[in-house]
C-alpha cells in the first residue's frame, strides 16, 4: 500500500482519566500517523504530565503536545473548534485525521481512515463509531441512540469529528471549524463541507468506541447540551418542528424496533434534545 503521510490531531481537557486508555489504543494501532498532534486547553488535572511521560516512553510515535490555555471554555466560546484550528495550522501535512481524546481505537482505525485516499478520488472519509458498554443502561442507550454504519448511506451521513479524515485544502475551503459555538461544531464543519461537494467516503470498518451515558440524567443532560449547540445554530430546524408532531404522536418510536423496546427512554431523550434545541434557538 502506497503510504500517504497523515497528521492525526485531537484536542483535551483535563482528561486524566481516560487519557492512558486513549494513548494505549493509539500504540497499539496497525498504521501510526507520520505526526500525531495533541492539543491541550491548559488541563490542570494531572493530564499533561502523563501525556509527557508518555511521550518521554514512545518517542517513536512521534507524538507532539502543544498546550494552549486560550483553547478552553473560560478563554473561548468554542475551545474544542479553537484547538483544532491551532493542531490543523500547527500539522506539517495535508492528510488529517481527527479523533477524541475520550474514546479508544481500533487497532485498524487510522490505516482505514486513509486506505480511502489512496484507492479512490476522495476529499473526506467518515468513520463509525461504537459504544463502550459497561451496565444494563449503556446497553439500552446504545440501542436507542447509536447509528447503524452498515446501512447508512454514505451521502447522507454527517461524520462526527470523534473519527473523520480530511484533506487540509478542505479545511482550509470551509474556514476551518467554526468558533461561534460551545457544542454542534463538528456538525456545523461536516455540513460546510457537503456544501463545497467534496467527495465523501463511509467506511465502516474504521471505528472508535466511546463510552456512552452511563445513566439516565448524564444522556438526558448530554442531550440537551447537545441539541442547545444545533438550536443555537438553527441546525436541522425543520426536523425540530417536525419533532413537536412525535411528541404528541411517537410513530417514529413505534415503527424503530429498538426505540419501540426502550419507548419511555427514546421519548424522553426526544423531549430533552427538543427543550434543549429550543433553549439554544431563543438564548443563542
Known sequence: MEHMKVSLITTLFNEKQNILAFLDSYKNQSRFADEFIILDGGSND???SIIKDFILENKELNIRLIVDETCNKSMTRSPVAKGRNVAINNASFDLIAVTDAGCKLHKNWLKEMIEPFISQDIDVVSGGYKAIIT???QEMY?????INFET???KNFLPSSRSIAFKKKCWSQVNGYPTKTYTAEDTIFAINLKNKNFNFYLNVNAIVYWECPKTITEA?????HY???DGANQIFFYKFLVRFFFLLFPINIIINKHKRENMSLA???MVAYQCGYL???LWR
Open 227 to 229: 441539541a442547545s449547540g
Open 152 to 154: 447508512e448511506n454514505s
Open 279 to 281: 433553549k439554544g434557538l
Open 46 to 48: 494531572g493530564t499533561i
Open 267 to 269: 421519548y424522553m431523550l
Open 135 to 137: 451496565n444494563k443502561f
Open 220 to 224: 438526558l443532560k448530554k442531550n440537551y
Open 142 to 146: 446504545s440501542k436507542v441512540a447509536m
